[in-house]
């Protein structure tokens, strides 16, 4: 268990359709990141966050949105939605600051997001 | 980040080491090399990481050359259970943490 948790596990939705994937970050990790990896496809890094603001940015699609509570759990929304999109989503999580800047990221166990 | 190039796949013997190689040749000063495996469709999972030192811990052993242009992921005594894609990472440093970037990966095969 990485102590990443991600909600929900499955989820199946249809095309248009507009979804939110959940992430909670390990206690007291700053960051989160999400990746998104489509069959047989490498993990494409989408988003980071570092302590509720916009750190980095990769190629995530202007239909996607993210962002980072104070509480520090993190949501990915999808809208807009399309069979390219089904996917497997992963969030990470890592401390994030000074000198645990590069530490190891912890992943969750993903969402599995099937457009129909 | 620098770039990474990593075999596309490798068998080994069970039981037998299985060593992963791993060529960074623009890696700069301030990059760490990371190594993670997804298993299946697993998240990924943290293995080891370096600068420039040896590094060793229960799951693995990182060499880095002295150059750090290259390095070899060692798992000593592989299992069925290592089966997986294993990815060579390169991370730069900074005072807050920076992305991974995933490549293609190296899909190790371990059998009877």
């Known amino acids: 268990d990485s102590g990443v948790t991600q909600t929900p596990k499955h989820l199946i939705t249809a095309t248009g359709q507009r979804v939110t994937l959940r992430c909670s970050p390990r206690?007291?990790?700053?960051?989160v990141y999400w990746y998104q990896q489509s069959l047989d496809q490498g993990l494409q890094f989408l988003i980071q966050?570092?302590?509720?603001?916009?750190?980095a940015k990769g190629n995530i699609l202007e239909r996607f949105s993210a962002q980072q509570f104070p509480d520090l759990h993190s949501e990915l929304n999808l809208s807009s939605l399309e069979l390219g999109d089904s996917a497997l989503y992963f969030c990470?999580?890592?401390?994030?600051?000074?000198?645990?800047?590069?530490?190891?990221?912890?992943f969750g166990q993903g969402t599995r997001l099937t457009v129909v | 980040d620098a770039k990474t190039t990593q075999p596309t796949s490798m068998d080994c013997a069970e039981g037998r080491a299985a060593n992963l190689p791993c060529n960074h040749s623009?890696?700069?000063?301030?990059?760490?090399v990371y190594w993670y495996r997804q298993i299946h469709s697993q998240g990924p999972q943290y293995i080891i990481h370096?600068?420039?030192n040896n590094e060793t811990n229960e799951m693995a052993s990182l060499i880095i050359t002295e150059d750090r242009k290259s390095s070899t992921l060692i798992l000593p005594h592989a299992t069925l259970r290592d089966t997986a894609v294993y990815y060579c990472?390169?991370?730069?440093?900074?005072?807050?943490?920076?992305?991974?970037?995933f490549g293609t990966g190296t899909r190790l095969q371990v059998t009877l």
């Open positions: 990470a999580s890592s401390p994030g600051f000074g000198q645990l800047s590069n530490t190891e990221a912890f």
């Open positions: 206690s007291g990790d700053l960051s």
């Open positions: 966050y570092y302590n509720g603001e916009e750190r």
């Open positions: 623009t890696i700069s000063g301030n990059e760490y």
């Open positions: 370096g600068l420039k």
């Open positions: 990472i390169v991370r730069v440093l900074t005072g807050t943490a920076s992305k991974l970037t």
